[in-house]
């Protein structure tokens, strides 16, 4: 999601503005952050038994994972320009697969695995939700997911305020044509 916003932002910044394209990106993905959790706990919930109360949980934790998760991507999204952040986001994605825990133990893994689990969103959403469906304290993972969360939004206006600043289009803002509506 944060790929195909970020081509909409590069086209869209020339025809509304950069600021209007950035919180229009934003509203956006904190809509799809909103839907995709109701979706997937809905579904669970029909499949599995649980109470209500453990479905308003991991709803919380999952739409904070979420936009972790969307305002990490979008960052590195805007740092590189769109679709040539693909080259890292995929390998980053798998690691942090592999770094999450849900797969191999956090004991287990190499120091960078370690290093991984800590500084990306994957294992606080992970063990966030272990948490929510086991009984558990959230408030480190919580806490963590906060920082993802305020750091990456703040490297999202820095990068939109100091990298976008060209009035011109190029060619990855002509990929998905944006034309204002009547």
């Known amino acids: 999601m944060s790929l195909v916003l970020t081509l909409m932002f590069m086209s869209a910044r020339h025809v ?5 394209a950035l919180l229009a990106v934003q509203l956006n993905g904190f809509i799809g ?4 959790p109701l979706v997937t706990l809905g579904t669970l919930r ?3 038994s649980f109470s209500s109360s453990a479905f308003w949980q991991l709803f ?5 994972f979420g936009l972790a998760v969307f305002e990490f991507t979008l960052a590195i999204a805007f740092l590189c320009g769109g679709l040539p952040s693909m080259i890292l986001q995929l390998p980053l994605l ?9 797969i191999i133990p956090r004991p287990a893994l190499n120091g960078f695995y370690r290093w991984l689990s800590t500084h990306t969103p994957m294992s606080q959403g992970v063990y966030s939700t272990f948490n929510a469906l086991y009984g558990g304290a959230n408030s480190g993972y919580t806490r963590a997911l906060w920082w993802l969360i305020s750091l990456s939004l703040l490297a999202v206006i820095l990068i939109g305020w100091l990298g976008y600043r060209s009035t011109k289009t190029n060619p990855l803002s002509r990929l998905v044509p944006f034309t204002a509506g009547n």
């Open 16 to 20: 509304i503005g950069k600021w209007s």
């Open 33 to 36: 952050v909103l839907v995709a």
């Open 46 to 48: 029909c499949l599995i």
């Open 60 to 64: 919380g934790v999952q739409v904070l």
């Open 94 to 102: 798998v690691s942090q697969v592999v770094a999450s825990g849900a």
